[in-house]
């Protein structure tokens, strides 16, 4: 509790993780609220789904050019215009879906949305990566904790407002907590106290990507999202055969819930092994945790085997997260971060796509669940494949959150 604490009290910690929290919500909740509004008004899912698809791809796609964009002055004015844009282009999109838009018409507005969605995310990481290094680990621990309460709340939001409401009021509550998380982002200390770091030379668009170290951690963290993708997709297909449907909410809840304790218990611990060998060790424990699952025949023994899977995943988070914090060049720091969303987000949509596949051919959602594990221990074998070895930046002279 007291590493914990130690975060806590750094100027800027409660608005990066308050703000932070609110304006990841938005991630979680309008891909799902525009499945729901669109399948409503159009009677589709193939429409529903390609909108919703379209949304997250437009998403990942600009996160890494604005991540540029901001690490050449300072993320502020990029959250500050895109607060301004991010609230009409919903507006928009729900004008376009409710008002009976074509297709073609849903699918624009959606991309437009996506890809003015707040770059919250990276800037928040990019932060964190600048605080002192005696609380960097306990403090990118507290991220990968929040970011997974993002996904148990966020879809339970949209859940009750699709109930109580309507999926377009889901949309507006999104847009409204993106303002306010980005907002507080741009507006905090921390993001005061920013000081761009001159690239020493024009660089080519990918050179983040090829940073000595990186494209392990980036194609490490693609192979465990795939595997994710597919597990995500693996649950209520199994709880759907099993008879209980409504189970679906109930074992991904248990499962993102398993990532918190596990995230809250190795941040307040101090490991003295090195980040590589401990991620490669933390991704080990990830795929032995997965291992089970397509053993398991009942909903509530695969619940409580996704729970003690799912203690590892926050800490692997937090020791991935902490790596392209060391490795990233002093001045693309933003942008190594939104490289690493974007992965994750299309390797986990590939997971998703391929898990449906196995789960409606003869292999079933026994397959689907393979394939989750099959995507971790990929993970551990990109770690151990050899490479440039990483050049550790000096830490930030004055850390711009404490």
Known sequence: MRSYLSVWRLPSAPVLLVAGFAGRLPSAMVPLALLLMVQQQTGSYAVAGLAAATYGLAMAGMAPVLGRLADRRTPRPVLLAQAGAYPLLLTLLVAVVLGGAPTAAIVAASAAAGAATPLVSGTVRALWSRVDPRVRGTAFALDATATELVFVAGPTFVAALAVLAAPAWAVAVAGALAVAGALGIATSTAMRSWTPVP??????????????????????????????????????????????????????A?????????????????????????????????????????????????????????TAIAPTLTVQNSL??????AHATTEAFTWLSTMATG????????????????????????????????????TLVPGRRPVRRPAASEPVAA
């Open 254 to 310: 248990l499962w993102s819930l398993g990532s918190v304790a596990g995230g809250l218990w190795f941040g307040a611990r101090v490991v003295s092994a090195s980040l590589p060998r401990q991620y490669r060790w933390l991704l080990l424990g990830v795929a032995i945790g997965l291992a089970p699952l397509a053993a398991a025949s009942d909903p509530w023994v695969l619940g409580a085997l996704l729970f003690l899977g799912g």
């Open 324 to 329: 392209v914090g060391a490795i990233a060049p």
């Open 199 to 252: 690239a020493a030379q024009r660089t080519s668009p990918f050179a983040t990507v090829l940073t000595p170290g990186m494209p392990r951690v980036l194609l490490s963290g693609a192979a465990l999202m795939l595997g994710f993708g597919a597990l995500e997709v693996a649950v209520p297909a199994f709880a759907d055969a099993a008879g209980s449907p409504g189970m679906s909410g109930v074992l991904l």
């Open 347 to 382: 390797a986990s949509a590939v997971g998703a796509a391929l898990g449906g596949a196995l789960i409606e051919s003869s292999a079933g959602v026994s397959g689907s669940l393979l394939l989750a594990v099959a995507g971790a221990a990929l993970a551990v074998l990109v």
